[in-house]
């Protein structure tokens, strides 16, 4: 074991076991059913080549008895320590893409900005919507998807770096002149009922690029 390792186990032990989401549930909760994540390649415009992305299309409805605001986050995690928004560095013709793939299957498939906003109750309200990210490193073997905005139940944790000295806040400029409040000392963490997907990919990294990922598992957990 070296050093650095061993200092980062010793610290992990000492830190209290982060919350877990409630076992009933404490509010609002949405029905998401999704498809495995697959990927892409794109033909880009202006003869800018092509490009390979990884979507998940999901559909989500709201059985909650309310109407529920509905912005959902979507994350990939893998274990090589890359984090990756969806939507990040995507053009619009990979969802056009996706869109034509799935036509049949998902003919009302919505991009993100469109299925934004209230989500009215019933499956007859139900959306149809995707997730894409930019390709990722072939190196990785193993991801998570993390999926926000499907619950209202939240919880906050004490910060152990907060240092009661220092502002928890300091006025960011802009390149307009404005100026913004930024976090930089908080003392709570806020935490968000989140779904984890987990999926594997087999093969070594010459090969990962064809492989079919294998999810593993999934579970909430509070992030």
């Known amino acids: 074991m070296n050093a650095a390792f061993g200092l980062f186990l010793s610290i992990a032990?000492?830190?209290?076991?982060?919350?877990?989401p409630n076992t009933v549930p404490q509010s609002w909760d949405l029905l998401f059913n999704y498809d495995d994540i697959q990927r892409i390649t794109v033909d880009l415009?202006?003869?800018g080549g092509k490009a390979t992305y990884w979507y998940l299309i999901y559909t989500v409805t709201?059985?909650?008895g309310r109407e529920v605001a509905f912005y959902p986050a979507f994350e990939v995690l893998t274990n090589r320590g890359r984090r990756i928004k969806s939507g990040l560095g995507v053009p619009p013709a990979a969802f056009v893409a996706?869109?034509?793939?799935?036509?049949?299957?998902?003919?009302?498939?919505?991009?993100?900005?469109?299925?934004?906003?209230?989500?009215?109750?019933?499956s007859d309200q139900a959306k149809d919507g995707v997730a894409i990210w930019p390709d990722f490193s072939a190196a990785a073997d193993h991801f998570t998807v993390f999926v926000s905005g499907l619950s209202g139940e939240s919880t906050e944790i004490p910060n152990p770096e907060f240092d009661p000295a220092e502002?928890?806040?300091?006025?960011e400029k802009l390149a307009d002149g404005t100026t913004i409040p930024r976090r930089v000392n908080p003392r709570m963490f806020s935490l968000h009922k989140t779904l984890a997907i987990d999926y594997d990919l087999p093969g070594d990294p010459s090969s990962?690029?064809?492989?079919?990922?294998?999810r593993t598992g999934q579970k909430w957990v509070m992030r």
């Open 167 to 171: 502002p928890e806040t300091v006025n």
């Open 45 to 47: 415009p202006n003869d």
């Open 98 to 122: 996706i869109k034509n793939r799935h036509a049949r299957s998902h003919p009302f498939l919505a991009d993100y900005a469109r299925i934004l906003g209230t989500l009215r109750q019933s």
């Open 62 to 64: 709201n059985d909650s």
């Open 208 to 214: 990962r690029p064809m492989a079919t990922p294998v």
């Open 13 to 20: 032990l000492l830190l209290p076991a982060p919350p877990r």
